[in-house]
């Protein structure tokens, strides 16, 4: 079982990027798909998620930039994160969950998630 985050690179502040993440060895299209991002020197940080349920939740810091969905058919998860800014430069990581939540809020947890991608480096200018 593998997830592999793509997408990642070097943009300008403003600018927009779109991250991948293709999963193998099983179907996740039933499980929660999350993603989070880690700066350094500090904890992972939860940005988005799309549960089994096809709810959405976001964290405050990127509602409104960013957009989570998916491709059943292709068993991948996307990013789109738009209006970049430097403080959003990290290692990007998806990740999924074969749990099932009714509170949304668990899902902003990294407690929650089974599996993990290996990170993605988004590093944006001013």
């Known amino acids: 079982v593998q997830l592999q985050a793509s997408g990642g690179g070097l943009v300008q502040a403003g600018g927009s990027l779109t991250l991948s993440c293709a999963a193998s060895g099983r179907t996740f299209s039933s499980d929660a798909m999350g993603w989070f991002r880690q700066a350094p020197g500090k904890e992972r940080e939860f940005l988005a998620a799309?549960?089994?349920?096809?709810?959405?939740y976001y964290a405050d810091s990127v509602k409104g930039r960013f957009t989570i969905s998916r491709d059943n058919a292709k068993n991948t998860v996307y990013l789109q994160m738009n209006s970049l800014r430097p403080e959003d430069t990290a290692v990007y990581y998806c990740a999924a969950s074969t749990r099932r939540y009714y509170d949304g809020t668990y899902y902003y947890s990294t407690r929650t998630y089974n599996y993990w991608g290996q990170g993605t480096l988004v590093t944006v200018s001013s």
């Open positions: 799309l549960t089994w349920s096809t709810s959405t």
